[in-house]
Structure formats: structure tokens, C-alpha cells
């Protein structure tokens, strides 16, 4: 069994990252004109990495399947991002950030990585401030933060419900003034198709311009996969239409470790499945929970004339409401972590205290918000004993201001009003924790190539608290993978330019076209999206919110089974050289059928329950998460052997020199 | 719900374009637009037919992908959202719906409904941006306090999500609104007075080369706008280009 050398600095947890950069190799500027590096992927990770990587001299090309850089799903997030800058005064630090990551993960991540998360954080801000990112501000001028789950402290950084779209046009503008200085070469509507190793180094991709059907060759020196998660595994989840594993993947199938695939995160405020034509989910930020109470009836016969129409939410007395997370969790009430509060969802619709047709739907409620927020608006107005109408109006108001775009949002998708009535929220598939295995450097078990931000499974552990998605992209980006990489290109400064003529570029794009081939081909009975969604059926009924060792084993079955019925009976309509979309489909789909076997080995595979991998057979009396540290307190890392199903277990233990493990606990 | 749809069928750039005539019964109001579609497409591919190529990515309006004129209308008959926020419960059983791609000269069609808004990239390349490289040692985040009113504005110009709309929506396929917010982003800002007046003459030259029409000030971009960005960010590209221009 190959050992998995994480490359952790020795030495004190605060000194580890500052040691590392001065001790690792450089390329002098003259040296990094003749070095090319391919990034896959241009959402906040591959963007900022991207532009970095190209500010320091390197000649860069990105590829992304949209049609600009710019709509990378990054885009798409709401809440914030998390620093700690401690400008609230609230006793927030570096080592408090580390802490909360830690444990929000479960205690299932490398404690060497995640206190460099924290360390670079405050860098994030500065910079995105310095590159103009227009975060949300106090009257006096200076930054705003608020608070998200898992924390007791306000770090989060935000620009009202758009902070990704902001920070990833930040990390646009950068890419754009590299583009037009000549470093960096954008290839948008092109598809990373296969990794391309050249004596067991990753030395270029084949990649299909999406428009035309043309195979290319791309050579570099190396290879960086900022590729975003493999949530779309369960068809229905809050991520774009297109977001894919196939860059991962292939990495896989050429040598990369895949990391901890069974970790999930399943985000509990996402507006809940309206019927069988759904193609997508779309999420509630976090934020919400700042302000909004979370609950159901107390009582299973009130759930019920909800359910059936006969009764209104609103018309339910305060003592028939539960609001079960502040019953629950005392401490941190609304605000627990995102596993916790998605099981505790679906504990409560599995009792049969759901609210809306099919029974899956907990209440969002806004209205104490309201009328404590226009109290006080009221207040410092001047006014004198309002009645209730005006300080719900002004109430309406500062919600308004704070989360009016998420407010419309909700609104437009179910024609219902916020303001007036609780938002009906139901937990679905939003990130995904675990991804391709990478040491300190960032560096896959596969010399040269790299993965950066979701795509790998470094800093979450085992759920992801909110507002750190953005960033570890962010961190990864701007400020690791570009140092990092130096130390490993610093052997690379006599190679000259990767040819693409070789016989390792010749067999990688004769598989690429199979391939295609295979798909075009097949008896042509059912469309890709008919085996999407019947995988994703698979994910979510039995390696979704909660798993057990019976029904994991079914899954893993009944995947394989699928995956061979597709191979056969795929219909793709159209050529392959020519823009094709249910051949891109095709390809993707394919990927997953394989990704959704290992996930399910792996989740059977790790007996007891720790962040977002709930096992059933593995809690406490009261519904909480058994963890066992003893036998599991490790990363598992699959090293693919021709079939998922033959893949090899590799275990990276986790070193806790600075923090005792105890019993995550958000009483 | 039952659906008439004449929508635009074109094999690739080079080739000529026609509306084509599909009827789709089963529609349900709680569907999507696209999702519409989806259920359409589902239908051709069945009768092995090609289906009708769309952009969508994120479909919850933020991304900018999606881009649709239906009957006539950029994203649709509702204002304030992009098609992917759209909802069939906003037509009637028995509608007839005309679905076209974005026109201008500067978005040529590459397959039915999709069409190429790379222009748009390069006017951002052209200037849209702040020159700071990523060194970990930039001045403190809160060194430069900026006005609430000021960072507000700046960030509703800096919504724009790319999608194209304004230039859909205008007879004249002019790109200003699209091209002002950016400038507007950063001319409200401490951080982007430095190379304030390069960056709005650059944009524009760009915008001019892309083949984008004049504004002729009708304001149909800003009804069009999905995120409602303001006409007022024109007026003020518009100084920020007369001032420079006359710093020379």
C-alpha cells in the first residue's frame, strides 16, 4: 500500500505555512516565461488562480464549458465569505477560525491545512477590497459582518445575497487584465475531456471545443483542477446544470486519489421539490438563518390541515409552533451547523410534521424579525407608540434591505410571499466535502497535477461550515497553489514546451474519441436525463441524509446495474461534431454512474456518523451523530483499479497535535 | 396546460435559420420555462428528432446564461427576472409563444437559440478591472472607509449578470448599459479613480469595435434589465468619457 505523505511543515501550527513558503523551491521570473500551466475550471479557485499564476509569469490557459469565465457557479453563491478579521471586537481570532472549521468538520480534516485557511483568510479580504469587490458596508464606512451557522462570533463578509457573484467578478476582472496583457489564453465552451501523463507526470488534457465537436491537444507543464464538487451525482442539488465530475474523474482513472467521496453536504434552507419535471433545487442562504425561525406544528393533525389547505400558518398560535433547532440546540439555535439542522429537518417530516403536499417542508419564519426590527426602527425614529401595521412596514423594510433579492427569489418560484408568510424550506444536496486527495501543496497523488477549491476534499472534513466555500477557493487560488506549485515547476525550468505529438497525447485522445464513439452509438431506447434522474432517485433514497449499511449495499448494485443498462441503451441524439448538448450530457452522466459506486463503498465502508455522513446504526439515544474516532479518524483516499468497484482503500491518518477531539456538541 | 410554440431552429453559424412549429400538451403552471423546454426536449429526442439547443447553467438568475426573447420580450413577459426564473403559471392553456434568440450583430448564432457574447468578455478585458496583483500585503480591508451610499451604488451597478439583455432589448443593439455598470462599478469607488479615465475610453473603444449600435437614450435596456440596472450608470459613463476625453 503506497504511503499518502500529506507534507504537513513540522514545527508550531502558527508558524507551519510561513515555514513552508520560505523553505520551498522557487522559479525565477526570467524561467517562468517558459512554463505553462493548464487550469481546468474558472469559478472562484481556477479564476484566482488562473490570474495569480499569470501576474507571476507564467503562461496560463483556462478552460471552462460556459461561455465566459464569468458564470462559473462560484457565481451563485449568496451568504459571505468568512474572515477573521475580528473588526466586530468579539473575540474573534485566527486560531478561533481554525478551531470552528475543525470542529464544524467533524474533526475529519487536516489541521496543518485548515489553520492555513485560517491564517489567509484576512488576506482574502484585503484583496477583494483592493480589486474593488463592493461588500456591504456600515454608515461609518467600514465593512459589515453578520453571522452563519456553527459560529458564535460575526466574521462573514457579504455583499447583500451576492457575495460569489462579486468575489468571482473580482477574480474575472483579474483573469480579464491577464487575458489582455497575453497570459493567460481563455478557452471557453471547451470541455476538459481526458488528463494526458507523460512518464507518470500530468502533462497536458484533451479537451472538445464545445461549438465545433474538435478534439484538442493542450500540453503544459502542469495541470491545476479547480473543477467545483460532484453534487449534480444526485440529479436534483443546488448546483448549476452543468457542473461536473468528468476533470476529477479522469484524473482519478489516471492515478488521483479520490478523497472521502461519501461526504456530503446536504444544505437545510433550499425551496423544496414542487414535482416530477424539477431540474434543479435552489437555495436559501444561510443568512436567513440570522433572522428567520425555524419550525413545524406541535401537533401531527395541524400538520396535517396544512398539508390538506384547511389551516394557514400564520393563523397557528405561538405555544402549537415547535420550533424544534432552538428546542433542540439551546446554545445555537437557528444557527447550528448545516448537517445538524438538515437531519433535524427531516427527523421532524419523517415524524409527519411536514407542511406542504408531499410532507417535506419545514417553515421559515420571518415575522418576529420583523416586527423586533421595525421596534426598533420605530424607536430611533422618534415615533411614539406605532401600532402594529406601521411597525410591521418598517420591519418589511430593513428585511427588505438585508434580503430582498432572496425574498423575490423565493417569491418567483412559489408564488408565495415572504413577507406575509413563512418561507417553506426542505434540505437538499448543495457541496460536496470530499474530492480528489491533495497533500500541503495542493499536489493530487499524481506529480504536476493539482486540485484547488471543491474540487478537492482538503479543509471541510466532514461538512463544510457556511461562508467558507468561498473561501478556500479564494485561498487556494490567490494565495496557496500559486506558491505551492513553484516548488514543484522549479524542476521543470530546462524542459521546454510539453510536445503534444507524443504517443501518450496519441492514445489519450484515440480513448477521448472511443468514447464519444461508444455514446453516439449505443441501441438509443432512453435519454441521458432518463438515467440521471434515476441515479440521482438511487443517491437520494439511499446515500442521501441518512444511510445504513443494508440499503448502501443495494445502492451499490443497482448502480453498477444502471451503469451498464446506459451503456447499452443510451440515446444520443445529433453528431459529434458539431455543438451537441445531450452528447456533453452523455459524457457527464457517465461519470457519475461510476463516481456514485465508489460513493456508496465509501459510505458503507466508514461505520459511524460524523458531519454530513449520517449512518443510521451509528447515533446516540437522542438522534445525535456517533463518531468513532478510534477506527475511523482518517481520510479515505480510493485509488481507482480499472472499476469502481475494485477500487483501493488508502488511509491518511489525522494527525491532532493542537486540538483535543471531543463529542461535537451544539447544546 | 396546452402550449404552441414557434421557436428559432438553426444548424450552426453558417447556416440559414427558420421558425419551427411545436405543440406540447401536459404543461403544468409550477414549471420553469426551461423546464418547459426540458419536457419538450424529452419529447423530440424520443421521436428521434434533435432538440432544441438552449444556454442555461445556474437556473436561479444569476449566472447570465440563459438568454431568450419570447414573444418579443428579453426573458420574458415578467419584469426583474431572467428566463430561468420564469414560470409557465405566467401563461394561459392555448398560448402561442415565439422563441427567438438574443439578435445584434455582436452576438452571432452558433446553434438555435444559443448565440456568441464573447464581445462582451473583451470589453471587460479592455479595461474592466482594478490593476493590483494578488501579493497577501495589500493595505487593511478597512483602511479606505468608503460611504455606505457610494458602496451601495457601486455594488447595484456591479449586479450585472452579462446576460445581454439591454442589447436584446434595444433597436439599436447597443452594449452601454452592460458596458456603464462596469465603468459605474468603479468610478463610485477610491480604488478605481487611478485608471478611471483609460479604463471608460478603452471600454468604449471596444464596445465601438464590437460592433454594438449608439444609444439613442430610449431606455428600453433598463425595463429589459433582469437586475434593474439603472440608466443613470449611462449618464454617468458618459461624464466619466466626456471628462476624460477632455483631460485628453
Known sequence: MAVLDSKVPSGPLADKWTKHKNEIDLVNPANKRNIDIIVVGTGLAGGSAAATLAELGYNVKTFCYQDSPRRAHSIAAQGGVNAAKNYQGDGDSVYRLFYDTIK???????????????????????????????????????????????????????????????LLLGAYAAMNRQIQRGKIKSYTRHEMLDLVLVDGKARGIIARNLVTGEIERHGAH????????????????????????????????????????????????????????????????????NDGRI???????????????????????EEDRDYYLERRY?????????????????????????????????????????MRYGREKALTSGMKNPDDATVRKLG?????????????????????????????IYPAVHYTMGGLWVDYNLMTTIPGCYAAGEANFSDHGANRLGASALMQGLADGYFVLPYTIGDYLSDDIRTGPIATDSPEFDEAERNVTDRIQKLMSANGIHSVDHYHKRLGKIMWNKCGMARNAKELKEAIGEIAELRKDFWENVKVPGSADAKNQELEKAGRVADFLELGELFAMDALHRNESCGGHFREEYQTEEGEALRDDEHFKYAAAWEYRGDPSKSELHKEDLVYENIELKTRSYK | MKIYLKIWRQKNANSKGSMVDYTLEGVEEDMSFLEMLDVLNEELISKGEEPVEFDHDCREGICGTCSLMINGRPHGPESRITVCQLHMRSFNDGDTIVIEPWRAKAFPVIKDLIVDRTSFDRIQQAGGYISVNTSGRPVDANAIPIEKEMADNSFAAATCIGCGACVAACKNASAMLFTAAKVSQFALLPQGQVEAADRVQNMVQQMDLEGFGNCTNTGACEVECPKGISLENIARMNREYLSATVKG
Not at chain 1, 443546488?238 to 486519489?257: L, Q
Not at chain 1, 445538524?340 to 427527523?347: N, W
Open chain 1, 104 to 166: 464544524g468538520g467533524d474533526y475529519r480534516s487536516r489541521e496543518g491545512n485548515v489553520y492555513r485557511l485560517a491564517e489567509v483568510s484576512t488576506n482574502i479580504i484585503d484583496q477583494c477590497v483592493a480589486q474593488g469587490v463592493p461588500f456591504a458596508r456600515e454608515y461609518g464606512g467600514l465593512l459589515d459582518n453578520r453571522s452563519f451557522g456553527g459560529v458564535l462570533v460575526s466574521r462573514t463578509f457579504y455583499a447583500k445575497g451576492q457575495t460569489g457573484q462579486q
Open chain 1, 330 to 370: 439551546p446554545a445555537f439555535g437557528n444557527l447550528v451547523p448545516r448537517d445538524v439542522a438538515s437531519r433535524a429537518a427531516k427527523e421532524r417530516c419523517d415524524a409527519g410534521y411536514g407542511v406542504n403536499k408531499t410532507g417535506e417542508a419545514v417553515y421559515l419564519d420571518f415575522s418576529a424579525a420583523i
Open chain 1, 295 to 317: 419550525w413545524v406544528p406541535k401537533k401531527l393533525e395541524d400538520a396535517q390541515a396544512i398539508r390538506e389547505g384547511r389551516l394557514k400558518p400564520t393563523e397557528l398560535a
Open chain 1, 222 to 289: 502542469a495541470v491545476v483542477l479547480a473543477t467545483g464538487g460532484y453534487g449534480n451525482l444526485f440529479f436534483l442539488s443546488t448546483y448549476c446544470m452543468g457542473a461536473n465530475v468528468m476533470a476529477a474523474w479522469k484524473a482519478h482513472k489516471k492515478g488521483a486519489f479520490f478523497a472521502n467521496p461519501c461526504f456530503t453536504q446536504i444544505h437545510p434552507t433550499c425551496i423544496p421539490v414542487s414535482g416530477d419535471h424539477q431540474s434543479k433545487l435552489t437555495l436559501m442562504s444561510e443568512s436567513l438563518r
Open chain 1, 396 to 424: 418589511e423594510e430593513i428585511v427588505e434591505a438585508k434580503y430582498g433579492n432572496l425574498f423575490q427569489m423565493y417569491e418567483k418560484i412559489v408564488d408565495q410571499n415572504p413577507y406575509k408568510t413563512p418561507m417553506m
